[in-house]
């Protein structure tokens, strides 16, 4: 027998059932709940499209409108804090369509520098810059020299680097693989990636 502990919410439901009672009722509503939970595979797609947004200049509060999930909630999935996501939470942030992205939106510049140094060690400025769709200067002379760029161009450049094959899957992953490659502590690549250091580690297993 389960030991039962006080509870108010009415019978059939996952809070009666952790309370304690093991009616049928509660415990088909324990298995539903359960259910409703995916574990990590779920998490790293719903992140990638959070970060996806995040890159076209949809902030953190737009995409919690759109989808109608807290903000708080949002910002621990993007960080990669989370391990597991309700599938609501799951299909509602995935249901976010991309905004146009504006002009003027600026992001850090680290990561597309990178992808940039890394297309250039294997193509020609001007392979780049027709790869990427932006002028051959914004390539060898305005990115390396700036801390922000606009989300737009950042968008361009990784669309660049899938064409060159310098990415092919996980973004995370690639710019992760890049700067350890570059001998960048892991602690380092956290700061320049603007990710939690659990996801760095994370990044490190996968690469094992």
Not at 69 to 93: F, L, N, P, Q, Y
Not at 109 to 132: F, Y
Not at 144 to 151: D, E, K, L, S, Y
Request: proline share 4%; net charge positive; charged share 25%.
């Amino acid at each position: 027998m389960r030991t039962q502990r006080a509870c108010r919410q009415p019978h059939g439901t996952n809070a009666k059932y952790n309370a304690g009672c093991s009616c049928l009722e509660c415990c088909d509503a324990h298995a539903e709940y359960v259910r409703t939970f995916r574990r990590v595979e779920s998490v790293v797609t719903v992140m990638e499209h959070i970060n996806r947004l995040r890159l076209m200049g949809m902030s953190i509060g737009a995409i919690s409108n759109a989808s109608g999930v807290m903000e708080c909630h949002i910002t621990k999935i993007a960080r990669g804090d989370r391990i597991r996501v309700r599938r609501s939470t799951a299909e509602a942030i995935l249901s976010v369509t991309p905004m146009p992205c504006p002009a003027k939106v600026y992001i850090p510049s680290g990561p597309t520098r990178m992808l940039l140094e890394k297309m250039r060690k294997h193509h020609t400025i001007t392979e780049v810059a027709d790869a990427c769709g932006i002028a051959r200067v914004t390539v060898y002379k305005n990115i390396p020299h700036q801390f922000r760029v606009m989300a737009r161009t950042a968008m361009k450049v990784e669309e660049g680097a899938k064409k060159l094959g310098i990415i092919k899957g996980n973004v995370d992953l690639e710019r992760f693989e890049m700067l350890r490659s570059d001998g960048v502590a892991p602690e380092v690549a956290a700061d320049v990636m603007d990710i939690s250091e659990r996801h760095v580690w994370r990044l490190e297993a996968a690469r094992a």
